[in-house]
């Protein structure tokens, strides 16, 4: 019953498990780039952004054999540098309307769910965490553990779920 989602990965995470983001592409999932390393933009210069993103970028690329599209800055922050290097490098800065606040220590299924839901109106796009390399150990845990709440809500409110390429998101 899992729809298909975008994935942003981070090079880092898929140089440890190539084969994962392999078997993320091939059932379906778009994989969209979230940096190399999860670093603030705001801290790296120009050549720095653009390394990292076309790192993560060729990396992305070469496991699936299809280069992504997306990118979603660590904190939801870009600069000038990030713009132009998404330009360059052919990728769509991408946001999200929603989100779980799944990372935080104190984060529960129902926090999760009751986060994300009341954020969003008319549909959206959510932002939750499949690692928790960057968050709270085990955060992951209770992201999955929100997922069917999530997923229920969405199908009574009549919201399709899926990849951001099938809701004619601009750009993609």
Same mark, same amino acid.
């Given at each position: 019953?899992?729809?298909?989602?975008?994935?942003?990965?981070?090079?880092?995470?898929?140089?440890? %498990?190539? +084969?994962?983001?392999?078997?993320?592409?091939?059932?379906?999932? *778009?994989?969209?780039?979230?940096?190399?390393?999860?670093?603030?933009?705001?801290?790296?210069?120009?050549?720095?952004?653009?390394?990292?993103?076309?790192?993560?970028?060729?990396?992305?690329?070469?496991?699936?054999?299809?280069?992504?599209?997306?990118?979603?800055?660590?904190?939801?922050?870009?600069?000038?540098?990030?713009?132009?290097?998404?330009?360059?490098? +052919?990728?769509?800065?991408?946001?999200?309307?929603?989100?779980? *606040?799944?990372?935080?220590?104190?984060?529960?299924?129902?926090?999760?769910?009751?986060?994300?839901?009341?954020?969003?109106?008319?549909?959206?796009?959510?932002?939750?965490?499949?690692?928790?390399?960057? %968050?709270?150990?085990?955060?992951?845990?209770?992201?999955?553990?929100?997922?069917?709440?999530?997923?229920?809500?969405? *199908?009574?409110? +009549?919201?399709?779920?899926?990849?951001?390429?099938?809701?004619?998101?601009? +750009?993609?």
């Amino acid at each position: 019953r899992m729809p298909r989602a975008t994935f942003f990965l981070l090079g880092s995470m898929l140089a440890r %498990s190539p +084969g994962l983001a392999k078997e993320m592409a091939a059932a379906g999932h *778009e994989i969209g780039i979230h940096g190399w390393h999860h670093r603030p933009l705001l801290l790296r210069g120009p050549r720095a952004t653009y390394d990292d993103l076309a790192r993560a970028r060729d990396a992305v690329a070469e496991v699936t054999g299809r280069p992504p599209t997306l990118f979603r800055p660590p904190y939801g922050v870009m600069n000038t540098a990030a713009h132009l290097t998404c330009r360059r490098l +052919g990728l769509t800065p991408t946001l999200w309307t929603a989100w779980g *606040e799944d990372w935080r220590k104190r984060a529960t299924p129902d926090s999760v769910h009751r986060t994300v839901t009341r954020d969003l109106s008319g549909g959206g796009t959510i932002l939750l965490h499949d690692s928790d390399c960057t %968050s709270a150990p085990d955060s992951w845990r209770t992201t999955l553990a929100a997922l069917p709440r999530v997923l229920d809500t969405c *199908e009574t409110r +009549g919201w399709r779920v899926g990849p951001l390429r099938e809701h004619g998101v601009p +750009g993609l």
